[in-house]
C-alpha cells in the first residue's frame, strides 16, 4: 500500500515567503529563522515535502518550547495548520491564497487589534489595519519611484491604494497585482485574482470593513508601521 | 499577529515585564530578551520579541496619534 506524502508546492512557498517578508515584524518574530527556512525551501523552485518542512518547522518550535503557551512561528505554523485542514494532502499556492485572502486570517487579526487596543483606537484606523493585513488584489494605476498607487474593485467596492512598496520592479501600469502589508508581493495571474476576491467575499467581516474604508481609501505611508515597512523595502530588516 | 506597537518597559518583575502603549494600557508580557526599565519594545501574542530604538518607536508612536 503506497504511503501518500503530504506537499508543499513551489508557488505555495513563493507566495508564503512573500507574505512573510511583507510583515514589519516577521524578521524579529522568531520569524527570522522562519523567513530563512522559506526563503531556501522556495528558491529550491520544487514541491518539497510535508514532512521536511514540518521537521524544520518543528526544531524551531521545540526550541522555545518553554514559552509554549504561544508559538513565536503562529503566523507560519497557523497558517499551515489551517491550510492543511482545508486542503488536504497538498499545500499550493491558491491555498495559501485562500488563507491570507479570508476569514479565518481576518478574525485572528481582528481579535489581537481588539485586544491591543480595542476602543482606543478609531474605527476607521482599525479597519485600516485590518484591511492591509489582508491579502487583495490590486490595480495598479501609477508608479512614482518606488511607490506604487492603484485600487482594490470588488464589484461593490472601490478603495484607492496609495504609496503601497513593492518587491518587484517589473510593475506597470493596469498590471493586477497582490498587496499584502502594504507590499506588492507579484503580479497576479488570473485565477489567483480570482481566489482572492473569493476569499475576501467569504469573510463576513472583511466584507463589512471593506465598506468602512472605501471613502477614505488608504494611504500606506500614514500607517503608523510604513518606517519599518520602508527598512524591508531597502533591505535593512 | 504582527501590529507593530511600540510598548515601553515600565517595571521588569522576575518572569515577566509590565509595559505600557502610548495609549497608557498596560500588559504584563513574557520576554526572549534582556530588558531594562525605558526600554521601547514590540510583542506579538504577548512575548516581547525585539527592542526599539526610541527614534523608531517615536516615528511610530507619531503615526498612531495622527491617526486617532
Known amino acids: 500500500m503506497l504511503t501518500k506524502k503530504e506537499f ?3 508557488d505555495g512557498l ?24 522559506l526563503k531556501k525551501f522556495s528558491e529550491m523552485k520544487t514541491d518539497i515535502d510535508f514532512a521536511r518542512f514540518s521537521e524544520s518547522m518543528n526544531a524551531w518550535k521545540k526550541k522555545y518550547a518553554e514559552h509554549a503557551d504561544s508559538c513565536l512561528l503562529d503566523a507560519l505554523y497557523d497558517v ?16 495559501i491564497i485562500h488563507f491570507f485572502s479570508g476569514q479565518h486570517h481576518a478574525e485572528k487579526i481582528w ?14 484606523y482599525a479597519r485600516k489595519v485590518l484591511f492591509a493585513h489582508m491579502l487583495v488584489v490590486m490595480r495598479i494605476e501609477s508608479i512614482e519611484g518606488d511607490r506604487v498607487h492603484g485600487v482594490y474593485e470588488d464589484g461593490e467596492n472601490i478603495i484607492t491604494m496609495r504609496n503601497v512598496l513593492s518587491f518587484s520592479d517589473d510593475l506597470q501600469p493596469h498590471d493586477v ?3 499584502h502589508y502594504g507590499f506588492v508581493l507579484k503580479k497576479a495571474s488570473k485565477k489567483e485574482s480570482e481566489n482572492t476576491l473569493r476569499g475576501n467575499f467569504h469573510s463576513g467581516l472583511f466584507s463589512e470593513t471593506r465598506k468602512l474604508i472605501r471613502d477614505n481609501g488608504i494611504d500606506f505611508e500614514d500607517m503608523h ?13 | 499577529m504582527c501590529l507593530t506597537l511600540p510598548k515601553k518597559v515600565i517595571e521588569i518583575k522576575e518572569n515577566s515585564v509590565v509595559v505600557e502603549n502610548h495609549d497608557g494600557n498596560r500588559q504584563e508580557l513574557k520576554t526572549l530578551i534582556e530588558l531594562a526599565v525605558g526600554d521601547f519594545v514590540i510583542s506579538q501574542q504577548n512575548i ?18 495622527k491617526n486617532h
Open chain 2, 48 to 65: 516581547i520579541l525585539e527592542k526599539l530604538e526610541e527614534d523608531e518607536a517615536m516615528e511610530i508612536i507619531s503615526l498612531l496619534d
Open chain 1, 14 to 37: 513563493e507566495i508564503l515567503h512573500l507574505v512573510m517578508c511583507s510583515c514589519p515584524d516577521s524578521p524579529t518574530n522568531g520569524g527570522r529563522e522562519a523567513k530563512l527556512i
Open chain 1, 111 to 124: 481579535a489581537e487589534i481588539l485586544n491591543e487596543h480595542g476602543k482606543d483606537w478609531g474605527m476607521i
Open chain 1, 80 to 95: 499551515y495548520a489551517h491550510i492543511k485542514e482545508v486542503s488536504g494532502l497538498t499545500v499550493d499556492g491558491i491555498s
Open chain 1, 225 to 237: 508601521y510604513f518606517p519599518r515597512s520602508l527598512k524591508i523595502a531597502k533591505g535593512e530588516i
Open chain 1, 8 to 10: 508543499i508546492t513551489s
Open chain 1, 177 to 179: 497585482v497582490l498587496v
